[in-house]
């Protein structure tokens, strides 16, 4: 019976030691991407040129909602618009020019 108990324990802790054995935690890098030269100012939907206003009650987009937007001014100067659009749960974002046409 001592042997058969002491059997039951060294397989209890063989099995435990396994298990702790086999936990390799791998550490995970997570990147973000941005663009540190660009310059993102906020604009009110209804402050948006009317080329853009357009596009956006344009078919395609007709069904989507527009949030908030955004001017970006990049290193080199050149701005365009980001819209970000809601349509149910889903969301996206539309990069526009000044004149409504679509970049993105």
């Not at 890098?29 to 100012?41: E, P, R």
């Not at 206003?53 to 001017?71: C, D």
Request: no cysteine; net charge neutral; proline share 4%.
């Amino acid at each position: 019976m001592k042997n058969f108990i002491l059997s039951a324990a060294i397989l209890a802790f063989a099995g435990v030691s396994t298990v702790k054995a086999n936990e390799i935690i791998t550490p995970v890098t997570i990147a973000l991407q941005s663009d540190s030269t660009a310059d993102k100012v906020p604009v009110k939907l209804e402050e948006l040129p009317e080329a853009v206003k357009t596009t956006l009650k344009a078919n395609a987009y007709k069904e989507w909602t527009p949030t908030t937007a955004f001017i970006i001014t990049k290193s080199d100067k050149s701005t365009f618009y980001q819209v970000d659009v809601k349509k149910g749960t889903d969301m996206a974002y539309l990069q526009l020019s000044k004149d409504g046409s679509i970049i993105q």
